[in-house]
Structure formats: structure tokens, C-alpha cells
């Protein structure tokens, strides 16, 4: 599509997003408007390094391809059969393409129980992408709080990661923070927002809309070693947000 014109679609992202992945040495990812192409590519471009990653997930409707999906590395996590799955985000939470909350698109949370190989420790994980829309997106966190609190496992903790389309300041992260921990505060507590959100302009972005909206948010239990933003100062950019990457620990979580 324009993308492609602009010399910035998928074919010559797909290469860079890998190698991103690989560089920094990651397990555990949430991906937000994927596309079947896109998510076959990026598992067949990870299942060729020495790390077999697998995925989860479904498209928000039978019409619109786009998903959330989750990636993660075999040999260090596996992921509970029985508990996890998608659910949207709407008053009908497990009817394909449900949209009630007044949303301009359908909107999906995609979530799964893993527990790491080694030390068998469990932890839930939930992948979104939020509405543009102000009181779809507060509702949305408000199902998503709820959600988590009906998890099987209410001793395990929790990682939320996404696209929130929405500032620190917005009603729903404020919401959501109230709840759970912003990663990337817990070890830059003051100073300016990171940007996330770049338009393909890279680290310098004047757009418009150029702000913070990406988040990771975990439990009180949950430890963060290090967390940050991953910048790209010029072309070739994988993608127009920046992602946000932590390393966080399990061995004070119950």
C-alpha cells in the first residue's frame, strides 16, 4: 500500500524487526496490527536463528486480518494450553469482532499463562492495542483489570503490554497505573515522556501526534532490571513505533 510507495513496507521492515528481536536478546514479545503475512513471516525469520520462537493469537474480525499476537522463545518458556486465548474488548468479550464500547475498530486482547522452563515459576501475559477513542479506551481498560483479576491462577503475576494510543496523562493509563506498575517508571521515575510513537521520522519526530503510547505494566511482585526504549535515529526505520523492552525478574514473585 503507501507504505510500500514510500519505500517503508513490510518487505523492508520485516529483515530489521528479526534482527531487533535477536539483537537484544528477547523471549517474550507482544506484536499490535500484524497482519497473517506479517506474523508468518516474522516466525518463519525467528525460526531460522538457534531460538525457536512460537506464536498465539487470532484477528480482531473474520474481515479485518489484523492481530495482536504473541511470540515467545520455546526453550525458555511454555505456555499453558488450558489457560489463555483472546478475548475483545466489548461488552460481549468472547464474540468475534465485538465492538460496544463505542471504539472506532473492533479491539482484542491477546493473553496466555507461561511459566519459565527452568524454575517453573508462572506468570499471565496479555498483549493489546487500544482504541483512539477516549471512552472506548477507558472502558477497555476497565474490562482488562477485570479480566485479570478472574485469572485461574490469582497468585501469578501479571505483564501487560501494548499500544495504548494514549498518554501517562490519559484517564486510562492513569487507570491502569493505579493498578499496575509502568515498567519503564520504575527505573525513570522523573524527566520528560519517552517517545514511542514516530510517524517514521525517527528519534527527532516533530509529528503531530509523536508522544508516548506504548507501555509495558506488571505486577508489584514483578522486579525490572532494566527497561527502555529502543530508538532509531534515521532510515531505514522497523517501524513507526519505537519499542519498549524490559528485562524483568520473577524470583520475588510468590
Do not use: C
Not at 161 to 169: I, T
Not at 182 to 205: C, D, I, Q, V
Request: glycine letters at 8%; zero cysteines.
Amino acid at each position: 500500500g503507501q507504505d510500500s510507495g514510500l519505500g517503508r513496507g513490510w518487505d523492508k521492515r520485516k529483515d530489521l524487526i528479526a534482527e531487533k528481536i535477536q539483537k537484544n536478546q528477547v523471549d517474550l514479545l507482544g506484536t499490535q496490527e500484524s497482519t497473517p503475512r506479517m506474523t508468518t513471516d516474522l516466525s518463519d525469520l525467528l525460526g531460522k536463528s538457534s531460538s525457536l520462537f512460537k506464536w498465539m493469537g487470532v484477528p480482531r474480525t473474520n474481515i479485518s486480518p489484523e492481530g495482536v499476537p504473541i511470540f515467545y522463545r520455546t526453550a525458555l518458556l511454555e505456555a499453558d494450553p488450558d489457560d489463555g486465548g483472546t478475548f475483545w474488548l466489548s461488552d460481549e468479550p468472547h464474540r468475534m469482532g465485538s465492538n460496544t464500547f463505542g471504539g472506532k475498530q473492533p479491539r482484542i486482547v491477546t493473553w496466555s499463562r507461561f511459566t519459565l522452563k527452568k524454575s517453573g515459576k508462572g506468570f499471565y501475559f496479555y498483549n493489546l492495542h487500544l482504541d483512539h477513542v477516549p471512552a472506548a479506551r477507558l472502558k477497555s481498560v476497565d474490562l482488562l483489570i477485570e479480566m485479570i483479576q478472574k485469572r485461574k491462577r490469582s497468585d501469578n503475576p501479571v505483564i501487560v503490554v501494548g499500544d495504548f494510543n494514549a498518554s501517562e496523562k490519559d484517564p486510562s493509563i492513569k487507570k491502569l497505573s493505579s493498578f499496575l506498575k509502568n515498567a519503564y517508571r520504575t527505573k525513570h521515575p522523573k524527566g520528560p515522556a519517552p517517545l514511542t510513537f514516530h510517524k517514521f521520522e525517527g528519534k527527532g519526530s516533530k509529528h503531530k501526534y509523536a508522544r508516548y503510547i506504548d507501555y509495558i505494566f506488571i505486577s508489584p511482585a514483578l522486579k525490572v532490571m532494566t527497561t527502555n526504549v529502543i530508538t532509531e535515529n534515521k532510515p531505514p526505520f522497523s517501524s513507526d513505533h519505537f519499542p519498549v523492552i524490559s528485562e524483568i525478574s520473577l524470583d520475588e514473585a510468590p
